[in-house]
């Protein structure tokens, strides 16, 4: 038989998602243990969970310090001596601060849980915050700051953030030299207690394995101080948007970095999965029409994309990119142009097709590591999905079609109420 | 432990099975033996423009990325100055797409005169993304020529100049693919929910077909011994003064490499790492500072990069780390912290091998080095390194004569 290499291989559907929900345990002070075992290595993330996020700073930079600051020492350890005794058993820790709450990620292998467990958990809750580890801490940060602010993009986006949330919100806020140095060790130490000893919310278990390992984590975090995260009545901000057209001086000339934004729908919005679609095909991946028009048809760009963040204070839609300079009005004059196409114009059924199916391999993709799977479950607790959420959500994306897309993209991805900043 | 079956085509492919029934995926993995060092001195960045031409479409196919993303596929590929690398994982009942994309750009590219001319603007716009539009974005382009004065490693993989790729033209295109993409150039790895019956009948059914090429090995041009210390100074819109220095180390596959290897994460990584205790913390000088290794295949370089506090001059800086570097020569490097060292890589290597692309990704480089076993004997090779030999080849390596030191100078505004 002669090859026929004009036509594609026949293709499947996706025919069963390797989803295994997973289980909990809960925990003696009201928190539960989120876990699932899979996959081949003999490897262990336990990720502990915290309100702790930038949403809740009263002063610009105080909750990724205090993250910072957690392998600095604990009541009986110096910072030094804490992790050369986590590298010895081969095991690392993080502190993460997240717009919403931050994460504590422990990574090691199983055979050395046993040295490393105890560690992480006294970093966590015993932490002390020398000063002398703070000032060097405050230095460097200082010298960062001053490193992002010759960087077109970070101006970009801290200034998007900024007419999004609004100047005065913590998400919102610009960081500065004179913030930086006004940190105080008490500051830290009181975020530290409100929202982290007492603002646990769950923890999360992944890769492979067996229940003793479960029940160790168990009874180490029972004995913890570690309180149960309560619904706080902090009177939040409210953010405040200012729409409209930025332009910003860049410290550097040879591109411009552009965001283009607006609010979009929320999770539980009945337009959620029809806008992921929407997204995906306007510039959400390589085979998107931004990517297409303004990279592979133009070549101003060596990447441009929108992405999608529903979240729990603002839910976000935003386009990003760098580009040649001497062209900037021409990429801005051509994604506005996208953007009315995509209003305007019905999307054809085998656009739809080709952005359907590579999300249902990328889903399918984000669930294949047991590592990537803890970002799944995380969604899964923090929205309350149901446990049959997945095989709903992927029937959900086979419904889509290009009236539904429309309608969505007439109501969501209108021209109006634009942030549009661009540095250059 | 990885298992795999390697197998040769007719026409000179290399085929490395990998079968992992616990995924509902399968990669492909093509790794090209090309990179940046076979380019011409005159023609740099060369290898990685062509990897954005492999996805302007080929001969039976348009188009590359829409089939594949038609079967749920993702892909993506990179150019180092060893070799060009591309990748794609499908969902493995769909993996049949992945061997036509795959063996259709393989047989040959369509490159029009326009898909030429985007790429090309894309490739200079990420170059000035990377390199010219981020402070100290610049430094392998100075670097490198510094360290380097005859091996192809003198030029970074985006190219020496945006010159280069402008010039680029159709013939030079056609040239470089019938140079360098063949079956006999390339190893395939197939990876994942796959079993070697269907490995084998896919890959006859879509490679073998592919003839061979004549390829040519020109030798590549040896680096000779440096004898003396060299220097270079930048000017630039910095916010703060920075230093790197180089320092020639012994190729990939060396017992020496492995232990400058583990030397580099002793002294570099994290906050418990030599060079942080001592001169971010102790001696307050630096507001950053890390070693690592260039990591090529041919003979790399071992790199010590510090960024400096306003009040810290380049004699500071430079004195301090060459008292560190001394001190490492004299005197065994502590037993716990070579053990903390080893531990630490055994988790990161385990850990990088959970997902089947990664996996895929270490077949083929192990095998482009020549032992595809290597996969599986990275763990013990790191175990295998005692104090001593950490000792003995700083000696050789840490030593003014074969050192780069590039200074990289705030540039006083003298209008303010």
Known sequence: MILNRDIQPTIEKIKS????????????????????????????????????????????????????????????????????????????????????????TLYCLEKYLDGALPLFIEAITESIFP????????RNAVERIKINNKKNEYICRTSFNEFIYGKDHPLGKKNSVENINKIERNELLDFYKTNYLTGFKYAILTGNFNPQTILKIQSLIDSSPLEQFKVNNN???????????????????????????????????????????????????????????????????????????????????????????????????????????????AISAKEIEV?????????????????????????????????????????????????????????????????????? | ?????????????????????????????????????????????FAHLFEHLMFGGSIHIPNYDEPLQLAGGENNAFTSNDITNYYLSLPANNIETGFWLESDRMLGLAINPKSLRVQKGVVIEEFKERYLNQPYGDIWLKLLPLAYKKHPYKWPTIGKAIAHIKNANQADVNDFFRQNYAPNNCILVVAGNINLE???????????????????SNPLPQEPVQRKLRRKTVLADVPANLIVMGFHMDQRQSKNFYAMDL???????????????????????????????????????????GRMLPNTTFEMAEEAIWMVLNHIKTKNIDENDLKRAQHKNETSIRFGDINPLNRAMKLAYAEYLGDVDLVNKEIDNYLAIHTDDITTESKKVFKESNCSILSYKIKKDDSK
């Open chain 2, 263 to 305: 030397l580099s994460d002793i002294m570099g990584s994290g906050k418990g790492s030599i060079l942080y205790q001592e001169l971010i913390k102790k001696k307050n000088l630096f507001s950053e500072i890390d070693a690592y290794i260039t990591a090529d295949a041919e003979p790399g370089l071992f790199i010590v990069e």
């Open chain 1, 131 to 138: 000063e002398k580890e703070l000032t060097v801490l405050k």
């Open chain 1, 235 to 345: 009177n939040k901000q409210l953010p405040i948007q200012i729409f409209g057209k930025h332009q910003i001086e860049a410290p550097n000339k040879s591109q411009a970095s552009l965001k283009i934004g607006k609010i979009g729908p929320n999770r539980k919005d009945a337009h959620f999965t029809d806008f992921q679609l929407l997204n995906l095909i306007f510039g959400g991946f390589f085979g998107s029409r931004l990517m297409k028009k303004i990279r592979e048809d133009l070549g101003l760009t060596y990447g441009i994309h929108s992405y999608y963040e529903p979240g729990q204070i603002l839910n976000i839609w935003c386009i990003e990119a760098e580009v040649n300079n001497k062209n900037k009005t021409l990429a801005v004059t051509e994604i506005y142009k996208e953007l009315q196409k995509i209003s305007n114009k």
């Open chain 1, 355 to 424: 952005a359907r199916n590579y999300l249902c391999g990328a889903i399918l993709k984000s669930l294949d590591n047991p590592l990537s799977m803890s970002s799944r479950m995380k969604t899964h607790i923090d929205f309350e999905l149901d446990a049959d959420y997945m095989v709903k959500y992927i029937d959900e994306i086979y419904s889509v079609n290009s009236d539904s897309l429309s309608k969505v993209a007439a109501k969501h991805l209108s021209n109006e109420q634009i942030i549009e900043v661009v540095v250059s």
């Open chain 1, 17 to 104: 998602l390797n989803f295994n929900y997973f289980e909990h345990t809960n925990m003696a002070c009201g928190s539960s243990l989120y876990f699932l075992s899979g996959g081949t290595e003999p490897v262990i993330k336990l990720e502990l969970v915290f309100d702790a996020g930038k949403a809740n700073e009263l002063n610009t930079s105080v909750a990724s310090f205090t993250a910072s600051m957690m392998n600095e020492g604990t009541k009986k350890r110096t910072g030094k001596a804490l992790i050369d005794e986590l590298d010895y058993w081969g095991a690392h820790f993080q502190v993460k601060t997240f717009n919403e709450d931050a994460i504590a």
């Open chain 2, 1 to 45: 432990m990885i298992e795999f079956t390697k197998f040769i085509l007719g026409n000179g492919l290399t085929v490395i099975h990998h079968e992992d029934k616990s995924t509902e995926l399968c990669v492909l993995n093509l790794l090209y033996k090309v990179g940046s060092k076979n380019e011409e001195a005159h023609k740099t960045g």
């Open chain 2, 198 to 216: 269907k490995t084998k009948e896919l890959c006859n059914k879509w490679f073998l077909p592919i003839p061979s090429q004549n390829i040519l």
